[in-house]
C-alpha cells in the first residue's frame, strides 16, 4: 500500500500557492517521510518556471499533475493583517483528488497547512476510508472563530474542514469523492437543501454534507482527523527563527495584538501573505 | 495613561501570552499521547496504561480487544509491545510537558515567554 500526500496549487494574481505548495510539501516529505504530489495547471507551472522554483519542485514532488485550470467565479475576502483585499479563488478542483492521486493511501492537505510533526503518520491505518479534520482549534486561548466556521449556518449541520483529508483508494471513498462532485455541480440546490449561503463555493461545506448524507445524515465527529491548530488570516506570521515560529495574534474586538511562539507542532496558517514572506526561512526547515 | 495603568495592561498582555503559549504546548504534547495501533486511535492515559498494566497482571498478554478513542473496538495481539510503546510515549510527553512548563512558569516578561 502506497501512502502519500496530494497538494493542490492553483496561482492567482495575488497569492503564489506554488510557493506555498512547495513548502507545505517540503514539509510534508520532511516531517511525515512519505512522497509528496502535486497538482497544478500549466500556467502555475509557467510561472514556477519564470520564478525559479521549478527545480526545486521537481526534486521534492514525486510527481506534478497538470490539470486544465479549473474555471471559478469564487471570490473571497483574505486579510493580511489588518490590510484585506478581495482576490479570486481557485479551489474547485479538489472534488478529483480521488481520480488524481497515485496513492493507495493519500493525505490532501492545503497549501497553508505546514507539517511540522509526525502526528498525522498515526492514521494511515485506521478504519475509517475518509477521514477530515472535525474542527479548527484557534491559535489563540480565547475561541475567535465564528458559528460558521463550526457549522456550514445557522441552522446547518457540523463543519469539517477540508485543510486535511485522509482517505484510502476504495469503494467507499470514491463514493464520497463523486458525492462531493455532484454537491459541487448542483451546489444551490444543496444550499437551499442545507440552508447555506452558496455565494462562494466552499470546499469544507460540499464535504461536509458528502460526511453527513454518508454517514446516514449524522454526524459522527469521531474517526476523524485531529483538529487544526488554526491560525487566522487577521494574525501575522512574524518571524521563523530556527525551529520557533513567532506570531502576532489579533485581540478580539481591539487593534492589539499578543505575540506567541510554536515549534514541531503542526499548524494551518491562513494568512497566506505572511507565508510567503517568510517563506526563504522557512525553507531552511525542511 | 498613568503608570498603574500601564502596569496592569504590560500585565494583560503577559497572561494572553502565557495562555496562549501554554495552550500551544499542551496541544504539542496531546499529540505525542495519540497513538494509532492496529487500526485504532488510542489517547495515552493513565486510566489506560493502568488498564493495560492490569491486564498484563492478570496474564491476558495476547489478542486482547481494546476500546479505542473512537470507541471502536479493536485487537491488540501483543498487548507487552502496546505496553512499552504507550509507556515509553507517556513519560516523554510528560517530561518534555514538565520541563516546557517550568521554563514557562519561570518566564516574567513576553520576550522570556517567546523564547521558551
Known amino acids: 500500500m502506497k501512502k502519500g500526500c496530494l497538494i493542490f496549487a492553483h496561482n492567482n494574481r495575488d497569492i503564489d500557492y506554488a510557493k506555498l505548495a512547495l513548502l507545505s510539501g517540503s514539509l510534508a516529505k520532511k516531517n511525515l517521510n512519505v512522497p509528496v504530489s502535486l497538482v497544478t495547471d500549466q500556467s502555475t507551472v509557467d510561472w514556477m518556471t519564470e520564478s525559479k522554483i521549478i527545480d526545486r519542485a521537481n526534486n521534492t514532488f514525486e510527481h506534478i499533475i497538470v490539470i486544465d485550470r479549473p474555471k471559478t467565479d469564487n471570490q473571497r475576502i483574505l486579510h493580511d493583517g489588518f490590510e484585506k483585499k478581495v482576490i479570486p479563488f481557485v479551489n474547485s478542483s479538489r472534488s478529483n483528488a480521488y481520480d488524481l492521486s497515485p496513492y493507495d493511501k493519500t493525505l490532501l492537505i492545503d497549501s497553508d497547512f505546514l507539517i511540522f510533526s509526525n502526528r498525522l503518520n498515526q492514521y494511515w491505518d485506521t478504519a475509517e476510508s475518509v477521514k477530515l479534520a472535525p474542527a479548527a482549534n484557534d491559535i489563540n486561548s480565547t475561541d475567535r472563530l465564528g458559528y460558521h466556521d463550526k457549522f456550514i449556518s445557522d441552522t446547518g449541520i457540523h463543519l469539517y474542514w477540508a485543510t486535511t483529508v485522509m482517505f484510502n483508494k476504495d469503494l467507499y471513498s470514491k463514493l464520497f469523492f463523486d458525492l462531493v462532485e455532484t454537491i459541487k455541480s448542483n451546489y444551490k440546490y444543496f444550499a437551499d437543501l442545507y440552508m447555506f449561503n452558496p455565494k462562494q463555493y466552499r470546499n469544507d461545506i460540499a464535504f461536509s454534507i458528502a460526511k453527513h448524507i454518508l454517514s446516514g445524515f449524522q454526524t459522527d465527529t469521531l474517526n476523524s482527523l485531529p483538529s487544526l491548530l488554526t491560525v487566522i488570516d487577521k494574525d501575522i506570521l512574524y518571524s521563523v527563527d530556527g525551529k520557533k515560529l513567532t506570531f502576532l495574534i489579533s485581540a478580539m474586538k481591539a487593534e492589539l495584538q499578543i505575540a506567541t511562539a510554536i515549534q514541531d507542532t503542526d499548524v494551518h496558517i491562513m494568512n497566506k501573505q505572511s507565508i510567503i514572506r517568510n517563506f526563504d526561512n522557512l525553507m531552511e526547515l525542511v | ?116
Open chain 2, 1 to 116: 495613561m498613568n503608570e498603574p495603568l500601564q502596569q496592569a495592561l504590560e500585565f494583560a498582555n503577559y497572561r494572553q501570552t502565557f495562555a496562549i503559549q501554554h495552550k500551544t504546548i499542551k496541544e504539542k504534547i496531546d499529540a505525542k499521547l495519540t497513538v494509532g495501533w492496529s487500526g485504532g486511535i488510542f489517547k495515552i492515559d493513565q486510566s489506560l496504561i493502568t488498564f493495560v498494566e492490569m491486564l498484563i497482571t492478570m496474564g491476558r498478554t495476547a489478542d486482547v480487544p481494546l476500546i479505542d478513542s473512537n470507541g471502536n473496538p479493536i485487537l491488540i495481539e501483543n498487548l507487552e509491545n502496546f505496553k512499552t510503546e504507550i509507556f515509553d510515549r507517556y513519560f516523554t510527553a510528560c517530561h518534555e510537558y514538565f520541563q516546557e512548563y517550568e521554563k514557562l512558569k519561570k518566564s516574567r516578561s513576553v520576550e522570556a515567554l517567546l523564547n521558551i
